[in-house]
């Protein structure tokens, strides 16, 4: 058994409070990955599970049994750092072996890992070189190698896609879940990216200024944030956040943001009944706003006025960015439609996948 549990646990260095009360059960053989901004925690928690930070209050498992204060080469865990931390003077090969001479593991046992893991990420043709001859992308494979030829329960990975360039990172993200699928083994993955979230992680861990916002599912997390901030954080573009009243007109419900009106459908508005008349913030997606004629049939949302910004032609999509009144937003439109900076538009919301928050309770929170 390979899950990992925290339980209450918070590091604090001095005064300042990096990881707060945190709860967290890591299922075995999960992708779990903590994201956030930077300075929210997520490294700290990495390397408190590692054995690298003691924790200030709390227990961690790793399966049935507390870690708190066994060390960290006991812990039968593993590390990628973002840095690879290779041995500059050391083959390829011994890089890998390295770990696995120490603890005096036979030599026939350490070929036959190491050239299973180079096989595995194929970087069998590198093994004699030094790091210094090797490209970026090899170098992380590198620094993935050591980790498994230690066959831990648990892989723990530091932002080891930061030092990429745009397309390896996207390429070596599919490598990843590739490897976790064939590995079977728990991964725990400290990233800031949110797109490296939602494409790798069986669950994500939100967290912001030491507290965990959510964990759930990447589908969940985007459809159902439980806050503001994870709202805001998960989605690019990010969520478009107006404030709102909510308005009851006869039996039909509407968003009110002064400068526009949108209806909430029958079906969704049962939950709003009782927020009439009051201060909500309204939040909808830039991919849930739709010039009228390129909109997905069925929505019937009345057309909202807003004046055009800003134009960013991405080739299969345009952002527009829009200004009503006060208020502006950001739209993920069809690349058919032709824009010009300042040209007054009209667009639609659909409203099947609005999100309304509670400023009272959320403005704790972002
Ligand atoms: P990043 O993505 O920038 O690495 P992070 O979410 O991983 O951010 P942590 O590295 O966990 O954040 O740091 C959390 C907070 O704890 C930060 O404000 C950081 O300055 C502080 N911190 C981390 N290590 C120490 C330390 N050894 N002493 C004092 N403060 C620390």
Redesign the pocket.
Known sequence: MASVTFEHVTKR??D?V?VNDLNLHIEDREFLVLV??????????LRCLAGLEDVSEGIIKIGDTIVNDVPPKDRDIAMVFQSYALYPHMTVFDNMAFGLKLRKVPKEEIKRRVEEAAQILGIENLLKRKPRELSGGQRQRVAVGRAIVREPKVFLFD?PLSNLDAKLRVQTRAELSKLHQRLQTTFVY?T?DQMEAMTMATRIAV?NK?VLQQLDTPQNLYDRPANLFVAGFIGSPSMNFFPAHIRKDGNDLYVDADTFKVKIPEQRAKPYYNYAGREVIFGIRPEDIHNPQFAPPGIHAEPVEARVDVIELMGNEIFLYLVNGRHSFVARVDPRTRFTMGQQVQVVFNMDNFHIFDPAVDRENP
């Open positions: 260095f001095g300042f990096a956030g901004p930077s300075g929210c925690g997520k490294t700290t928690t932002e400290v800031h967290m030491g």
